[in-house]
């Protein structure tokens, strides 16, 4: 089985292409989903974001308060930096846990908005990403997620630039409106199966 880290900046769509190979009965893991999962979940990792960014960062309920968070560490590459040592280890057991369960499928995905810079796309057999303007994903994240163009930026710029991480990718979809998405995943599925054939 092998593993396509599939990632792209913020707004380039990778959530749609996940979606597009899951219709086609690929297991995707989704590092975002995962990562709020563990932040609600398990107590070790609660308590280390406590002692971090302080007991506001969860609401009563223990729900994560991801607007304070989310303004804490966008704005302030230390902090951020904190957040993803808390944060990164655990998410790392669940894609290791969840991978389990497919050893006899021709390949799964692993979507992650920081696959580079984290490190994690060298445990991945190969690397997709997807590509889209600057202007075209701060649209789409403004509307998305109602947040202000400055606060979208901000999260952008966190994150490596679109060019570096197209010369560390093996394969790229473009999903700027120039092109059609689901006819670039139907080919990649085809190149997919048939590396994880000569596997
Ligand atoms: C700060 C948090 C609570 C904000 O939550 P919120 O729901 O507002 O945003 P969401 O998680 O949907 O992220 C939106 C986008 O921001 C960018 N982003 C998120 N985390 C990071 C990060 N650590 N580094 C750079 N960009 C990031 C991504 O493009 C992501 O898709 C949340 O992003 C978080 O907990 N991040 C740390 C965990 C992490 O690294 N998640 C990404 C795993 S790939
Ligand atoms: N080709 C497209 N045409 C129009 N809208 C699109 C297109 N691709 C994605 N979108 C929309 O743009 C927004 C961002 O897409 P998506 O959530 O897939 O990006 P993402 O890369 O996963 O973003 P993030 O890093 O913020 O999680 C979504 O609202 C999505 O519906």
Redesign the pocket.
Known sequence: MLKIGLTG??GSGKTTVSKVFEILGVPVFS??TA??SV?TNDAPLIAGIKETFGNEAYFEDGS?N??Y??GK??NDPAE?AK??AL??PA?FRAFDSWVKAYADVPYVIKE???LF??GSYKLCDYSLIVTAPFEIRMQRVTER?HITMDEAKS?DA??MSEEEKLKLADFSIKNDDSELVIPQVLALHQQFLALANTK
Do not use: G, P, W, Y
């Open positions: 900046n913020i590092a975002d990562a709020k932040m994560l991801r607007k968070i989310a560490v966008f951020l957040l993803n944060v990164h998410t992650a908005a920081i810079e984290s997620d999260r966190r994150q």
